[in-house]
């Protein structure tokens, strides 16, 4: 990746030179500064990294891969394109004899990391690969999530919101609940608000 660029200009060539010259004039810690010949430096800003499906299943070869070279002949895949819940991932890696467990911020909830085991191995994700940390799997877990409430609302829509689709709709809610819960460690204001909304029509098509 290239690095960023940076771009310098004399304070005096912007529009609002004479505002900004006496709010920093009015500034004790300026005291002592020529102002009137500032330079300003500005750095491009880095593109905003996206974890994409296909890069988390490259980091899971990885991992597999690090885990076999310390004596483990089998490691399952740390993320599954379709699982929309931590408890969906704990369940599919469980069938794998893997487990993970989090790594917290003190005596806090707050979740700063994610730690696999695997036969008596544990692993800190974010050593294996950047796509194996807990935030980036995290984000695509809630965008799983998201999409799933997405296609089920499409559907529903397609069949009129009948009895059965209202239920399905009910039921990946009901699974998604701790994106919604303001003190879970997993909450999601985008998830939550969509949730909300989709509680609303279904009590709308339902006192129809």
């Known amino acids: 990746m290239a690095r960023p660029r940076r771009k310098t200009f004399l304070l005096s060539e912007l529009k609002s030179f004479d505002t900004i010259v006496s709010e920093l004039k009015s500034m004790p810690e300026f005291e002592d500064f020529d102002i009137e010949n500032a330079v300003v430096s500005i750095k491009q800003r880095k593109p905003k990294y996206t974890a ?5 299943e490259t ?11 310390h004596g483990t002949d089998k490691f399952a895949e740390l993320t ?14 469980k069938k794998e004899n893997v487990s993970f467990e989090f790594k917290t911020a003190g005596n806090t909830n707050k979740i700063q ?3 696999f085991e695997k036969d008596g191995t544990k692993i800190n994700g974010s050593k294996v690969d950047r796509e194996c940390s807990f935030s980036k799997i995290d984000r695509q877990i809630k ?18 919101f009948t009895e059965s689709a209202v239920e399905t709709i009910s039921a990946i809610i009901g699974e998604l609940n701790m994106f919604t819960l303001l003190n879970s460690p997993h909450y999601d204001a985008t998830l939550a608000e969509y949730i909300q909304a989709l509680q609303a029509r279904r009590l709308q098509k339902n006192n129809i």
């Open 52 to 56: 994409k499906s296909e890069n988390i």
């Open 143 to 160: 965008d799983n999530a998201f999409h799933a409430l997405q296609e089920a609302e499409r559907q529903a829509q397609e069949a009129g």
């Open 59 to 69: 980091a899971i070869k990885n991992l597999k891969k690090h885990i076999e070279k």
């Open 80 to 93: 599954k394109p379709k699982s929309k819940t931590w408890e969906e991932l704990r369940r599919n890696l």
């Open 113 to 115: 990391g994610i730690i």
